[in-house]
């Protein structure tokens, strides 16, 4: 039997009466919540599935108790009850069955024609667009508030099946994500990490990994990776073997052994992220135990002041295309931290100096990119913003993760935030919402002055 010859129509007819006690003023506000509050759409859509479900039905087996249709190939059988719960309520479908009188032994002989054109979501009750709301909300909300937050659900999943949605949408965002940063060639990479409780025995910590994109000319930034417990040299691995990052990108970050090691090759530099040079340098004073508080303090304000004002400066001049002024100022730079560095060590700091010396030519690399005309990030404020989400979300005393669950939910919060285009693509495609377009309707509501 093929049904796929014309489009399908169906007709609903509604019959809505409203009486109002004409004593009484009405806010218009009390029409709308009023008529929310008799679930019309939810009414709406019932009949609409049970009205095309007739519709199929009648095409296979002919009209309902019309002559010779016993001896038809498909028969009518039970009716059975589908419920589901979708954004506009919960519903009770009550839905016929067809019997393939031909159908072979191992065939299944009973089947519902709606199915053939309403994906129910497999057997699950909460449909969708439950999941997608849902799952938008819990990257903002514990998955307990998430829960109590969906008021405007007329049946709110519980934390657990919200918390399954995640994990599952999760998933397949990671895998949605990667196949669009594949090729990428990310010139500027800012990579970051932090740490979220475990609820996991072997572990009391989970260590989070953050790498974004920075595209300097639109200043606009995207997620090239989301880890948890993943070691940084794998995750660089991965983004060379997908092409994400070029060969000769600038990697932005603190001074972290692993990350840069990971990252920084024979045609990568590293920018150390100007922020993280006084409180580093303040530690690693304090360590040494040399110098007086009053001391270190001067210092710090010295290295800072070097570093700043070459940055000022980069700033100043780059857009003119003074070049040989940022060169005078990285020289005068690199020569007054040199000098620091080796002061240091006279004053018995070597943990001082040897951090100086060591990260010199990483805390200018913003400036000697400039003169070739190359605009590199001097901080890694955008991957700092990107954990202040992780915080907010995942980072509360009480917060306990396990690896699979804090691993799903990170890749919706920061893909949300950072790459908002691929996360609703990702909710267009997860809700098929291109169907939209192949249905149609028409509408038409008569009053008592006529129809409008």
């Not at 016993?70 to 067809?98: C, M, P, W």
């Not at 909300?141 to 709110?156: F, I, K, P, V």
């Not at 953050?210 to 595209?215: G, H, N, R, Y």
């Not at 917060?399 to 990702?426: C, H, I, V």
């Amino acid at each position: 039997m093929n049904v796929n010859e014309s489009p399908i129509e169906v007709t609903v007819t509604i019959h809505f009466v409203l009486t109002i006690d004409p004593t009484e003023q009405y806010p218009l506000a009390a029409f709308a919540e009023f008529l929310t509050e008799q679930r019309l759409e939810s009414t709406l859509l019932e009949a609409i599935i049970e009205s095309l479900n007739d519709v199929l039905v009648e095409a296979y087996c002919g009209e309902k108790h019309a002559q010779g249709n016993g001896t038809n190939r498909f028969q009518r059988s039970t009716t059975k009850i589908r419920t589901a719960v979708t954004t506009v309520g919960e519903h009770e479908f009550s839905l016929g069955y067809v019997k393939d009188t031909a159908a072979t032994d191992d065939e299944n002989a009973h089947f519902r024609p709606i199915e053939q054109f309403v994906d129910f979501n497999g057997k699950k009750r909460y449909q969708q667009d439950i999941a997608a709301r849902t799952v938008d909300l819990a990257t903002a909300l514990s998955y307990r508030d998430a829960a109590s937050h969906a008021e405007d659900l007329e049946r709110t999943p519980s934390k657990d099946t919200i918390r399954d949605r995640v994990t599952e949408c999760g998933r397949k965002l990671t895998e949605f994500v990667s196949s669009r940063i594949a090729g990428s060639e990310a010139e500027t990479v800012i990579p970051d990490g932090t740490n979220c409780y475990s609820q996991d025995e072997d572990r009391e910590y989970h260590d989070v990994r953050v790498t974004l994109a920075e595209d300097t000319e639109t200043a606009s930034r995207s997620v090239l990776d989301v880890s948890v417990n993943t070691p940084w040299s794998e995750i660089a691995d991965t983004l060379d073997t997908a092409e994400a990052i070029t060969d000769d990108a600038k990697v932005v970050s603190d001074a972290e052994k692993s990350l840069v090691g990971a990252f920084q090759t024979d045609t990568r530099d590293h920018q150390l992220d100007l922020s993280h040079v006084p409180r580093t340098l303040g530690y690693k004073l304090w360590d040494d135990g040399a110098l007086s508080l009053e001391d270190r303090n001067e210092i710090i304000s010295e290295v800072s002041g070097e570093l700043f004002h070459l940055k000022n400066s980069v700033e100043k001049h780059r857009p003119q295309e003074e070049y040989s002024a940022i060169r005078s100022r990285i020289a005068r730079t690199k020569e007054r931290i040199e000098k620091t560095a080796w002061q240091l060590e006279q004053l018995s700091s070597p943990k001082a100096a040897s951090y100086l010396r060591s990260g010199l030519d990483s805390m200018v690399t913003f400036a000697e990119d400039a003169i070739d005309g190359f605009e590199v990030p001097w901080t890694s404020n955008p991957v700092e913003r990107a954990m202040g989400e992780v915080a907010k979300r995942c980072k509360r005393d009480w917060m306990q993760w396990s690896e699979e669950g804090l691993d799903t939910l990170l890749q919706l919060s920061l893909t949300k935030y950072a790459n908002p285009e691929y996360y609703r693509e990702f909710f267009d495609e997860f809700l098929q919402r291109s169907t939209h377009g192949k249905i149609r309707c028409s509408v038409s509501v008569t009053t008592n002055g006529g129809e409008l």
